[in-house]
């Protein structure tokens, strides 16, 4: 079998999409399978029409110039037609058995057309709602023409779709609400490749002492620094968390939109002394910072995206044998069971956040078997072997065995 999948963007960059997609991809291709690949225009800067990465083939798709695409209203459609062109020159290349698009909507609209030309059945995924992730980062608000326009165009790609799959519970249940079957749905869950995680069981001396966390009692963050992760929670908790441990420190790893608003959050509480940022790191150095931590804290405010959709962070910390302390949206409570696997708390409460922080720091003979609870989490349940494996049903039935 040979699948052609439609991203949005693709490795060599670097992203949680293109890391879900890359471990999908690895093992498909440990099942027998075959895949090509077909890159939308917001993928970017090319240097050659087909490339290879990693051993995968990449057919790019250049971004339109046309007046459509000039015209801010307009210019997310104007993306579709060089996009179904460069599908169907794929497809003629390639002869794949099905079309599997990946969120957002526009490449599976852009697959059905193709498909529709083709007669090759279209199985679209969806990774979120891409009009809930713009509500965060400010490019539309909720309810608004383009985030009704954009949820629109999402029901009837879902609808005209062969089969549809989501990466968890809360999406697959927004869908059902919209009046989709239950049976045209398979989730593909987030997961972990575990044998690139090895259990950290000792901190990084170096880091430790450059960063002065000797003796320390280290929370932490590694990521984005987006508005949704909450980490402006997690600053104002830590004074609370100071007056409690004096030896409390923050270490936040990463960048993004949110930085210079924490930064000077952090200064207008006078914890400058107890956070420290040391900005993005290089991905082979990641692995260091995470030993430093103690606990790590992911704070996430309730909104849509963050109530249906799971995060991959939580489940790699898991992998490397790390205590996780995580607000009880939806998206997390569906990875994360409380005081077994990691410790909840109620979103969007400082307090809250801060009291359970403290009980865990306080309760370190509970640590090794959460630490053991999580890893047998991820190596029995949440690995892609056991993901990927659930294409293979809808694969056989829209191929007709």
């Not at 459509?68 to 058995?97: F, G, N, T, V, Y």
């Not at 029901?155 to 062969?162: K, L, N, P, S, Y």
């Not at 995680?197 to 280290?218: C, H, M, P, W, Y």
């Not at 620094?225 to 980490?231: Q, R, S, T, W």
Request: net charge neutral.
């Amino acid at each position: 079998m040979k699948i052609l999948h439609i991203l949005d963007h693709s490795i060599p960059l670097h992203s949680g999409y293109t890391f879900r997609t890359r471990s999908i991809l690895r093992q498909q291709h440990a099942l027998g399978w075959q895949t090509c690949h077909v890159t939308s225009p917001k993928h970017g800067k090319f240097e050659q029409d087909i490339e290879e990465v990693d051993g995968l083939k990449f057919y790019r798709t250049p971004v339109p110039n046309g007046l459509l695409s000039r015209l801010p209203a307009l210019s997310q459609m104007a993306l579709i037609a060089p996009m179904r062109k460069r599908i169907l020159e794929a497809i003629e290349q390639e002869k794949p058995d099905v079309l599997h698009a990946h969120s957002p909507a526009l490449n599976g609209l852009a697959a059905l057309q193709a498909g529709r030309k083709t007669g090759l059945p279209v199985v679209y995924e969806i990774r979120a709602f891409w009009e809930d992730a713009a509500v965060d980062h400010g490019t539309c608000k909720q309810g608004d023409l383009r985030y009704r326009l954009t949820r629109k165009l999402e029901t009837h790609v879902v609808r005209q779709a062969d089969k549809v799959t989501t990466i968890c519970e809360g999406l697959k249940q927004d869908l059902l609400s919209r009046g989709v079957p239950e049976s045209k749905i398979t989730v593909i869950p987030n997961a972990v490749n575990i044998e690139q995680f090895n259990l950290i069981t000792a901190k990084d001396s170096q880091l430790e002492k450059q960063f002065g966390l000797q003796n320390k009692r280290v929370l932490g963050f590694l990521g984005s620094f987006y508005a949704y992760e909450g980490l402006d929670l997690l600053i104002r908790a830590m004074p609370f968390i100071i007056k409690q441990f004096p030896d409390a420190v923050l270490l936040l790893v990463g960048g993004g939109p949110q930085e210079q608003n924490l930064k000077f959050l952090i200064k207008e509480l006078g914890i400058e002394d107890k956070v420290i940022m040391p900005g993005r790191v290089p991905h082979d150095e990641v692995s260091g910072y995470y030993s430093l931590v103690d606990l790590l804290v992911y704070p996430r405010k309730s909104m849509r995206l963050t109530e249906l959709v799971t995060p991959l962070k939580p489940l790699e910390a898991m992998a490397q044998g790390k205590l996780l302390l995580a607000s009880d949206v939806g998206g997390h409570k569906e990875l994360i069971e409380d005081r077994k696997t990691g410790w909840l708390f109620k979103s969007d409460d400082v307090q809250a956040l801060a009291g359970k922080a403290g009980e865990v720091l306080a309760n370190q003979g509970d640590w090794p078997q959460v630490i053991a609870n999580g890893r047998e989490f991820v190596e029995k349940v949440r690995n892609w072997p056991n993901s990927v494996a659930n294409y293979q049903a809808l694969y056989k039935e829209i191929c007709g065995g």
